[in-house]
Structures are given as C-alpha cells and as structure tokens.
C-alpha cells in the first residue's frame, strides 16, 4: 500500500489535504519530510550512504536518517520512526532538537519533482550504540569526523548528496556551537 503524505502551501502551511507519495512527487506538490543527523559528543557525524536502487542519489553520502512524513503523522514521530527503521537506533523525542527548516524544489526526472519542506533534527548519539542499516534504503552506515565532512563539503566532494540551500553548514554549524569546537 502507498504512503499518503500531507500537502503543503508554498509558505509550508498544512493545506488539509493528501495525496499518495507518488503523486506528490509526480506533480510536484509541497509535502513534509524529516532528517535528523546524528552526531557524538567526541565530534563525530553520522552518515548514511543511500541504497543503490534509490531514484534520487543512489550511492552518495547523505543525512543520517531521512523521510517523508506520513498523512496525519507528527513530525517528531515521524522523525523518530525513520531512525527506528533505517539505522535500527530508538531514539528519544525529548533528546530531538529542532535546527531549522529548508524548503527546497528539485526536478530529478520528468516524473520525479521533489518540492519538499524538510524539518532538521539534532540527536546526539554514542557512537558505541549499535546500529542496523535498513537494506532496502541503506547501503552503509559511517561515522566520520566533523572536520573530515566540512573538508567535504568544502571540497564539494563528488561522492555527497548535493548540498542545497546550504544546508551541510548549518548542520555544521549547530553541531559546532553544541560540542563548542
């Protein structure tokens, strides 16, 4: 069965309305998603390299959880789902900080046009706990020093996700001003 996701207003305002993620995509309709990047006390970030048979940047370095979030569901929840389901961590809501929120519009194909408002979570998170890649999404899990991923950024390494609207150096700069770097 089809995932339904919330529609969005160009200014981010729940419309009341929903349609199958598909369709969204298809027609290029506003929807919420949720990432949350995990990062750990000593400095280090978390990140997810994404599964090959995804449509939109198969095999690159990305975020360390990232989602749509369902029809009707919160975003904290939302947030908090996507962790269980790609790296297999239980997250706790009141641990989830809220950094910021980037609207961004991508046409990927003909059919694909991502037009999404993206809530970005702050966790921080042992890098002892254990984690479990969800095969179906997630080619591999890597911490990598803070300072190694802003030389990627830096360096508009070949092997990242885009970085749109430039949001690798907020999350950079919020994981800085935690850790006090």
């Known amino acids: 069965m089809e995932e339904f996701v919330d529609?969005?207003?160009?200014?981010?305002?729940?419309?009341?309305?929903?349609?199958?993620?598909?369709e969204a995509h298809q027609l290029g309709l506003f929807h919420p998603t949720v990432h949350v990047w995990c990062y750990s006390r000593e400095g280090a970030l978390l990140l997810q390299q994404r599964g090959a048979l995804k449509q939109t940047f198969p095999l690159k370095w990305d975020v360390s959880v990232a989602g749509h979030v369902s029809a009707g569901e919160e975003l904290m929840l939302a947030a908090?789902?996507?962790?269980?389901?790609?790296?297999?961590?239980?997250l706790v809501t009141s641990n989830l900080e809220k950094i910021a929120v980037f609207k961004t519009e991508k046409r990927h194909s003909k059919t694909l046009f991502d037009r999404e408002f993206t809530h970005t979570f702050l966790y921080a998170l042992s890098q002892n706990v254990k984690l479990v890649k969800q095969?179906?999404?997630v080619a591999a899990l890597k911490w990598f020093k803070l300072s190694e991923f802003e030389t990627m950024v830096r360096e508009n390494d070949p092997t990242l996700v885009p970085n749109s609207e430039n949001r690798y150096e907020?999350?950079?700069?919020?994981?800085?001003?935690?850790?006090?770097?």
């Open 7 to 22: 529609i969005l207003d160009g200014s981010g305002k729940y419309t009341g309305a929903s349609a199958p993620k598909s």
């Open 135 to 137: 095969e179906s999404e």
């Open 170 to 181: 907020v999350v950079i700069d919020a994981i800085r001003s935690r850790l006090q770097l």
């Open 80 to 90: 908090l789902r996507e962790a269980q389901e790609e790296i297999g961590v239980s």
